[in-house]
């Protein structure tokens, strides 16, 4: 496979064969924007700004403050609160809630800085990992030897697909077959252990082996929700 500056972090997130490769590509975004975030980026304009004004989720806020320290957080809470105070709320009660304000909280409470350049690099590295599919016979066999791709990445994957700078026409019937395959033989796999792991507790199977099922429910719930239990 050769390799160059675009198809680098493309290849090391695949080659690890551990898990779902874009759950990793998320993890690897998150990490570096979450320590971006409380670190060089904190007294950067255009950065401070777009925090300001999009906040972060819950599992960001608390991500950064398990990594920064405390007045890098505060600092960015000090700037965030008075962006809310000085342009969500109105200015003053009225007789009645002020829709537009309404409208903005809830805006507000859909918005995270870090969740939002996650997205758009995954979105750009899906698009090399869609050129080096239909380039690359050697990453075509790589991605055919990932471990799985959890079911919202299927999604995401398939969707990003069909769209400009995705899989063209002659080769998309292959890489569904190739990406479906890699989700429904998981799924299946996980729904056979959990069968054998309630039937483990079935008197006629006292002493029985649980085999691959004993982390079963573990394994089922990472795949569902991305998070580890």
Same mark, same amino acid.
């Given at each position: 496979?050769?390799?160059?500056?675009?198809? +680098?972090p493309?290849?090391?997130?695949? &080659?690890?064969?551990?898990?779902? $490769?874009?759950?990793?590509?998320? /993890?690897?975004?998150? @990490?570096?924007?979450?320590?971006?975030?409380?670190?060089?980026?904190?007294?950067?304009?255009?950065?401070?700004?777009?925090?300001?004004?999009?906040?972060?989720?819950?599992?960001?806020?608390?991500?950064?403050?398990?990594?920064?320290?405390?007045?890098?957080?505060?600092?960015?809470?000090?700037?965030?609160?008075?962006? +809310?105070?000085?342009?969500?709320l109105? &200015?003053?009660?009225?007789?009645? $809630?002020?829709?537009?304000?309404? /409208?903005?909280?809830? @805006?507000?409470?859909?918005?995270?800085?870090?969740?939002d350049?996650?997205?758009?690099?995954?979105?750009?590295?899906?698009s090399?990992?869609?050129?080096?599919?239909?380039?690359?016979?050697?990453?075509?066999?790589?991605?055919?030897?990932?471990?799985?791709?959890?079911?919202?990445?299927?999604?995401?994957?398939?969707?990003?697909?069909?769209?400009?700078?995705?899989?063209?026409?002659?080769?998309?019937?292959?890489?569904?077959k190739?990406?479906?395959?890699?989700?429904?033989?998981?799924?299946?796999?996980?729904?056979?252990?959990?069968?054998?792991?309630?039937?483990?507790?079935?008197?006629?199977?006292?002493?029985?082996?649980?085999?691959?099922?004993?982390?079963?429910?573990?394994?089922?719930?990472?795949?569902?929700?991305?998070?580890?239990?």
């Open positions: 496979m050769k390799e160059n500056i675009c198809t +680098i493309i290849n090391d997130l695949f &080659k690890p064969k551990n898990g779902c $490769p874009i759950c990793r590509m998320e /993890e690897m975004l998150e @990490e570096t924007y979450v320590a971006y975030t409380v670190g060089d980026s904190m007294m950067e304009p255009n950065t401070r700004i777009e925090t300001n004004k999009k906040g972060f989720c819950h599992r960001h806020f608390s991500k950064m403050f398990q990594v920064g320290q405390k007045l890098p957080n505060a600092l960015i809470l000090e700037s965030h609160l008075q962006q +809310i105070i000085d342009d969500v109105p &200015k003053k009660a009225g007789s009645k $809630p002020d829709k537009k304000a309404l /409208e903005k909280i809830t @805006e507000l409470e859909k918005t995270c800085y870090v969740c350049r996650i997205k758009r690099d995954v979105d750009h590295l899906l090399t990992v869609y050129v080096q599919y239909q380039k690359d016979a050697d990453f075509v066999k790589l991605y055919r030897e990932q471990p799985y791709i959890c079911l919202n990445h299927y999604a995401l994957i398939m969707k990003n697909a069909s769209m400009k700078n995705g899989i063209s026409g002659k080769n998309m019937a292959q890489f569904h190739d990406t479906y395959d890699l989700t429904k033989n998981y799924l299946v796999s996980l729904k056979e252990d959990i069968t054998h792991f309630c039937s483990m507790f079935d008197y006629r199977n006292r002493g029985g082996d649980f085999g691959t099922s004993k982390d079963s429910i573990e394994r089922s719930i990472e795949y569902l929700t991305k998070e580890k239990v």
